[in-house]
Structures are given as C-alpha cells and as structure tokens.
Antibody, heavy 119, light 107 residues
Framework: QVQLQESGPGLVKPSQTLSLTCTVSGGSISSGGYYWSWIRQHPGKGLEWIGYIYYSGSTYYNPSLKSRVTISVDTSKNQFSLKLSSVTAADTAVYYC???????????WGQGTMVTVSS | DIQMTQSPSTLSASVGDRVTITCRASQSISSWLAWYQQKPGKAPKLLIYKASSLESGVPSRFSGSGSGTEFTLTISSLQPDDFATYYCQQYNSYPVTFGQGTKVEIK
C-alpha cells in the first residue's frame, strides 16, 4: 500500500523559501505511470493545485504560482520536493503531496503539513 | 483556468436522507471529474473518478453522474460517517481546479 508523508519546517519567515519533502513508501516513484503533485489548502478554504512532477523530472506548474515554484524528484530516496520562494502570509496553508494517474485523479494523499509564514 | 462551481455551499440533512451535490464547470470537461470527501484535519479522500467510477473501497451509496459541464454526486442514504465537506475537481486540463466545497451538516 503506497503511502505519502510530508516533512519540513512548520514556520517560515516572510520573503524566505518554503521547502517541503514528500517521502513515498510502499511503492517506487520510478515505476512510472504516476504524477506526483503538491496541493495546498488555505485555512478554512478550498484546495489549490501547485504543480506536479513525473519520475523522469518533467514538471508542470500552476501558472498562478509558476514564477515562485520548483518541484524536484530524488528517485534514489523515493522522494519529491517543493520549493516556494518569496513567501508571504498568503502562503500560509496546509500543504499536501498526492499521487495521480491520468485517468484516476488524486487517489493517494499525504496527511498534510501546516506551514505558517510569519516573522 | 476552468472554474468549478458547487452548489449548495452548505447542506443540512438527516441520517437516511438522499443527498445530491451539483458541480458545474465553466467549459466542457468531458467526464474528467473527480469527487472527494474531506473531514476536519484530514486529507481529502477520493470517492469518484471519471465522473461516475467508484474508487475501490468506497461504499456503493456514493454515486456520480454527468458529463460536459454539469455533474452530480449522490449519497443514496446518508450515514453518520458521511458528514463532511465534499469537493469536485476537474482534470480535463491543467491547471487542475477544484470546486469551493459543499459542507454536509447534521440537520
């Protein structure tokens, strides 16, 4: 059973870079056929897709965040990571990593990690 | 971006009720629609994909229908475990987008 687990700092200062890692267990990122995404949810609000990466390293980002987002993959560690630069209070949210297939949408999610942007 | 609009935003219902939630897309998304259930402090859980396909392990009281721009999620007989917030999501084109959510409350 594939499981995802987010990790990273829960507090980031304004203007700094938010960095999170998602560790995949129970399956290999390199097996192909799946897209690995980051999704966030502002407190009490809906869901916003940030971007995805394929095991080959190809990425696609939400245009609304594209200038500040980098998603990378480390197949040797079975992890993928999110970097969001120049954060402000508006980036305070619960960040989820999730797996999708082209047909099935997001079928497996991490538990989520709360990130607060504050000085 | 494709805008997803859910209605109602909040729904009050009793155990045993039949519940229907509607999701409308700003343009045609064929059948590339998913439904999720989210409980407080938890990640969303996939219920339905490709508009009407039930995810493995999801109770059969959940069903989805629709294509193009209008979709529905139906719970045939609401159970205590079903009180939660439900989101639709289109994956016809990137960026994928979600509806604003429908909270199902106890009446």
């Amino acid at each position: 059973q594939v499981q995802l687990q987010e990790s990273g700092p829960g507090l980031v200062k304004p203007s700094q870079t938010l960095s999170l890692t998602c560790t995949v267990s129970g399956g290999s990122i390199s097996s192909g056929g799946y897209y690995w995404s980051w999704i966030r949810q502002h407190p009490g609000k809906g869901l916003e897709w940030i971007g995805y990466i394929y095991y080959s390293g190809s990425t696609y980002y939400n245009p609304s965040l594209k200038s500040r987002v980098t998603i990378s993959v480390d197949t040797s560690k079975n992890q993928f990571s999110l970097k969001l630069s120049s954060v402000t209070a508006a980036d305070t949210a619960v960040y989820y990593c999730a797996r999708s297939q082209l047909v099935v949408a997001f079928d497996i999610w991490g538990q989520g990690t709360m990130v607060t942007v504050s000085s | 971006d494709i805008q997803m609009t859910q209605s109602p935003s909040t729904l009050s219902a009793s155990v045993g009720d039949r519940v229907t939630i509607t999701c409308r897309a700003s343009q045609s998304i064929s059948s590339w629609l998913a439904w999720y259930q989210q409980k407080p402090g938890k990640a969303p859980k996939l219920l339905i994909y490709k508009a009407s396909s039930l995810e493995s392990g999801v109770p059969s009281r959940f069903s989805g229908s629709g294509s193009g721009t209008e979709f529905t999620l139906t719970i045939s007989s609401l159970q205590p475990d079903d009180f939660a917030t439900y989101y639709c999501q289109q994956y016809n084109s990137y960026p994928v987008t979600f509806g604003q959510g429908t909270k199902v409350e106890i009446k």
